[in-house]
């Protein structure tokens, strides 16, 4: 191979390395959103967005892709403590997902010129964070403690007015959890409940277990009075059948047809009778 050739090929070489070296290419997947912006010529910065999909090719030095993705996310943040109606200190940790509104994404990075996971450490998390303490101040302890979901219901609706049109919360979780002294009052709550249920459900029984002792009583003294009124009848109605009549007819029934030993005279004296 001659020298020429090989400059040749070095040559060309050097200028494919430059060319991608200030060439990018990225691909944009379904479900995403990628935004083009230029940050050069007169349409630079936040003038110029467009969108773009599939397979990407742009100048590193005066463009520059960002990727949006449209489908659910899911976010959490650490606890912190916000006060309720009338002062009560309350721990929350808020889970909650969200989508970006995929018609919005370039005005909202003309507005914000951040990525999603800057986003979410900045504009998100400030706006949740002020949401639960404004909807947590209209809530007294018991409300709350009563009506956690109407709570979380409450914040999904005060994050979609602070975060629209950009963003929709569809789900949140408070993680609501009471002070040491207020979780102690509620646990002797509960545990007053559960011991007068107890108490209530033991004089039920007690109560139960009364009325079929009375009832029992009642069918067993039924059932004798039944028994002495037919032993009663019976003997009536053995005393009736005993008519003179009836008795001698038993008696002759019984006779074993052999004459009496004895037999008495006109005066009424026994006589010894001679056996034949």
């Known amino acids: 191979m001659s020298t020429k050739r090989i400059m040749y090929g070095v040559a060309i070489i050097a200028v494919l390395v430059f060319f991608f070296s200030f060439i990018g290419c990225e691909r944009i997947d379904a479900g995403n ?4 912006v230029n940050n050069a010529g007169g349409e630079r910065g936040i003038s110029k967005t467009e ?56 005005a909202m990075f003309q507005t914000f010129r951040l990525p999603l996971n800057q986003l979410e450490e900045g504009y998100l998390k400030n706006a949740v964070s002020v949401t639960i303490r404004e909807v947590t101040n209209t809530f007294t302890v018991d409300s709350i403690l009563n009506n956690l979901s109407l709570y979380d ?28 002294k207020l979780a102690a009052t509620i646990a002797a709550k509960a545990d007053a409940i559960q011991q007068a249920l107890r108490i209530e459900n033991e004089q039920k029984a007690i109560r139960a277990k009364a009325e079929n002792d009375i009832i029992e009583a009642k069918r067993d003294s039924a ?39 004895v037999s008495s005279g006109n005066g009424g004296v026994i006589l010894q009778l001679k056996q034949p």
């Open 33 to 36: 959103v990628g935004i083009k």
């Open 51 to 106: 969108y773009v999909t599939g397979w990407v090719f742009y100048s590193r030095f005066i463009s520059r892709i960002y990727e949006f993705p449209t489908f659910q996310q899911h976010k959490e943040y650490d606890p912190f403590v916000v006060p309720s109606k009338g002062g009560t200190i309350f721990t929350v940790h808020p889970s909650f997902n969200y989508n970006l509104n995929p018609g919005e994404v370039g």
């Open 153 to 180: 219901a409450a914040i999904v609706g005060g994050l979609n007015k602070k975060l629209a049109p950009f963003f929709t919360v569809s789900t949140f979780t408070s993680g609501l959890q009471p002070d040491e």
């Open 223 to 261: 059932v004798l009075v039944i028994g002495a009124l037919s032993e009663a009848r019976a003997i009536k109605e053995k005393q009736n059948a005993l008519t003179p009549e009836y008795v001698e007819y038993q008696k002759v029934l019984k006779w074993d047809g052999k004459l009496p030993q």
